[in-house]
């Protein structure tokens, strides 16, 4: 792959997390913010039903069958550490790609002026709307963000195993716990929430083949039972 | 929305009743139903009695749903923990030698007994997040209980100790138990309901908060209201794997059990006993007709329920009370004029 190349894929790429954005803010502004206008609860309801129509619809397009992205020989390719450790390129990158995102969005939230009219909507709804704040705008801005981001983790999540119409839950689960491990509201707690759960299916793998993903459970109940509010206890609004 | 008032602060002008005599009349027209119904194997084919018994399975799970969803706020996507522990509490003993069908008391008490650590677990967790911790909680009981090589692991398991039974007698008998927990569960969920505890969660269920300031006990009321649900989806289990003669792990443990009980409370009603009734007879139509058209059917399940929802959040049993005023089983107060 050369660099003309890689840099015309990336743009392509973008587009795409674009297009996430766009279809983000329109579904949050035609759908989920008259469902929060019901109640709270209709948006939950609301948007397992969309999960539903969703999944099956790429079920019609897509079939169960399961696929993956060919990466060639850059999916196997690792660099060794130690002679009993070694490093794959695709984990490496996906891991500092994260980092990179959860940076991004930690400075785009502290220091810009709609990361604080974020901020104060998740915070008080009606109080920054009585500030000037067009909350329904901001919870848009806030969604495109958040659908772009998603878009970003399933080719991340493409990239690294196979996957099926049905691969979503899962992760949703796995995405759920490492939030309340690391603490819900705080983005660097999510980070590390994420890896602990990381190490704690890894390690339960080593332990029985058959129950990494049960470790990984084991330890988010473990942190609810002991530390409710997770690692980090949020700056930002819950 | 119902009128609560305390009888007290009544003026002479207006008459509030509760739960007399239009109770009573719904009570005998349900009793005279249920009746009616359990003379049924006697009538028709076992393939009918079968659609029932699944109906009854269905209404059994949404009641439960409802209860929690529609009193207490606590939308639960992890009830299919409750419906495994059900079914896998008949399974064990059953291997010991337990009649499944008397057994299915016990898998009620289990389940229970359960749900009352779970509870405070989850209860640490609010509005969306305990949506998915009790899913996490469902996943968890699923892969410890596939470990078991016992109970069939991964690939599922038969049902023992029924194989002697004529199979006439066992479909009639599996019916009868079906009719007797989904008639049992609308009678706990009624009494509830008109008990002092019914007050107290008509009022968390039209405003929470409201409801707290007022020396309403929220989080003693959601806990029972969670222990009574977990029971109730227990029994809906263990009449699915006496219905069935086996269990698969992971249809038993199915996020599709949740997705089936939130379409059929939402689209009858959430927060009347009647709603899921409604929901559940709606359901069945539907799913006769379309089932065989396979993910478009779940992709129109999905968009009807996004859409009431939306626009009909009090389903099709909140349009029917409100404009004809019907309530089979009134557990509010009614003020006349």
């Known amino acids: 792959m050369n660099w003309a190349n890689a840099i015309v894929q990336g743009i392509l790429l973008g587009g795409l997390y674009a297009l996430f954005a766009v279809f983000g803010y329109g579904v949050q502004r035609l759908i989920i913010q008259k469902s929060l206008e019901v109640s709270p609860l209709t948006t939950l309801l609301v948007t397992f039903g969309l999960s539903v129509v969703i999944q099956n619809l790429l079920l019609v397009a897509a079939s169960a069958d399961s696929h993956s992205f060919d990466l060639g020989s850059l999916i196997s390719a690792s660099m060794r550490v130690t002679p009993e450790l070694s490093i794959g390129y695709v984990p490496l990158l996906i891991f500092v790609t994260a980092v990179v995102v959860l940076s991004g969005l930690q400075l785009f939230l502290s220091r810009t002026a709609m990361g604080r009219a974020i901020r104060a909507s998740a915070d008080d709804q009606e109080a920054s709307s009585i500030a000037g704040v067009d909350t329904r705008h901001v919870f848009g801005i806030a969604a495109a963000i958040a659908f772009a981001?998603?878009?970003?983790?399933?080719?991340?999540?493409?990239?690294?195993?196979?996957?099926?119409?049905?691969?979503?839950?899962?992760?949703?689960?796995?995405?759920?716990?490492?939030?309340?491990?690391?603490?819900?509201?705080?983005?660097?707690?999510?980070?590390?929430?994420?890896v602990i759960l990381g190490v704690a299916q890894a390690v339960g793998a080593q332990i029985d083949p058959s129950g990494g993903v049960l470790a990984g459970h084991l330890v988010f109940l473990a942190v609810l039972a002991l530390r409710p509010q997770g690692l980090i206890r949020a700056r930002l609004a819950t | 929305m119902m009128a609560t008032i305390a009888p007290g602060t009544a003026t002479a002008a207006v008459r509030v009743t509760r739960s007399r005599r239009p109770a009573l009349w719904g009570l005998i027209g349900a009793a005279v139903v249920v009746i009616l119904l359990?003379?049924?194997?006697?009538?028709?084919?076992?393939?009918?009695?079968?659609?029932?018994?699944?109906?009854?399975?269905?209404?059994?799970?949404?009641?439960?749903?409802?209860?929690?969803?529609?009193?207490?706020?606590?939308?639960?996507?992890?009830?299919?923990?409750?419906?495994g522990v059900g079914a896998y509490t008949v399974l064990v003993l059953a291997q010991h030698g337990v009649n499944p069908y008397l057994a299915i008391p016990f898998a009620v008490v289990v389940s229970g007994a359960i749900a009352v650590p779970v509870s405070f677990l989850v209860f640490r967790l609010r509005a969306e997040y305990f949506a998915i911790g009790t899913w996490v909680v469902a996943e968890a009981f699923f892969?410890?209980?596939?470990?078991?090589?016992?109970?069939?692991?991964?690939?599922?398991?038969?049902?023992?100790?029924?194989?002697?039974?004529?199979?006439?007698?066992?479909?009639?008998?599996?019916?009868?138990?079906?009719?007797?927990?989904?008639?049992?569960?609308?009678?706990?969920?009624?009494?509830?309901?008109?008990?002092?505890?019914?007050?107290?969660?008509?009022?968390?269920?039209?405003?929470?908060?409201?409801?707290?300031?007022?020396?309403?006990?929220?989080?003693?009321?959601?806990?029972?209201?969670y222990v009574v649900s977990a029971a109730g989806c227990a029994a809906g289990g263990a009449l699915l794997i006496v219905s069935q003669l086996n269990v698969v792990a992971s249809a038993i443990f199915s996020v599709g059990w949740s997705a089936k009980m939130i379409f059929i409370a939402l689209i009858g009603g959430l927060g009347s006993i009647e709603g899921p009734i409604v929901g559940t007879a709606i359901?069945?139509?539907?799913?006769?007709?379309?089932?065989?058209?396979?993910?478009?059917?779940?992709?129109?399940?999905?968009?009807?329920?996004?859409?009431?929802?939306?626009?009909?959040?009090?389903?099709?049993?909140?349009?029917?009370?409100?404009?004809?005023h019907i309530q089979v089983f009134p557990v509010g107060y009614w003020l006349h004029r």
């Open chain 2, 38 to 83: 359990a003379t049924l194997p006697y009538v028709v084919y076992a393939d009918v009695t079968d659609l029932l018994v699944n109906a009854f399975i269905l209404l059994v799970l949404a009641s439960m749903w409802n209860l929690l969803a529609g009193y207490c706020g606590l939308i639960s996507v992890g009830q299919q923990a409750y419906v």
């Open chain 2, 143 to 225: 892969l410890v209980l596939i470990r078991f090589r016992s109970l069939g692991g991964g690939t599922g398991t038969g049902l023992p100790g029924l194989a002697l039974v004529d199979p006439a007698f066992r479909q009639a008998l599996t019916y009868w138990s079906a009719l007797a927990v989904a008639a049992a569960a609308l009678l706990v969920t009624y009494l509830l309901l008109s008990s002092r505890m019914g007050l107290d969660l008509t009022a968390i269920r039209d405003n929470e908060m409201a409801a707290r300031s007022s020396g309403v006990r929220v989080t003693w009321a959601k806990r029972v209201v």
């Open chain 1, 149 to 194: 981001t998603v878009a970003l983790a399933g080719l991340a999540l493409g990239s690294s195993s196979s996957f099926d119409p049905s691969a979503g839950p899962a992760r949703l689960i796995f995405a759920f716990e490492a939030v309340i491990i690391g603490g819900v509201g705080s983005l660097w707690g999510t980070l590390a929430g994420g």
């Open chain 2, 283 to 324: 359901y069945t139509v539907i799913q006769q007709t379309l089932a065989q058209f396979g993910a478009w059917y779940l992709i129109l399940l999905g968009t009807v329920a996004v859409l009431i929802a939306m626009f009909l959040p009090r389903g099709i049993w909140g349009v029917v009370t409100s404009q004809f």
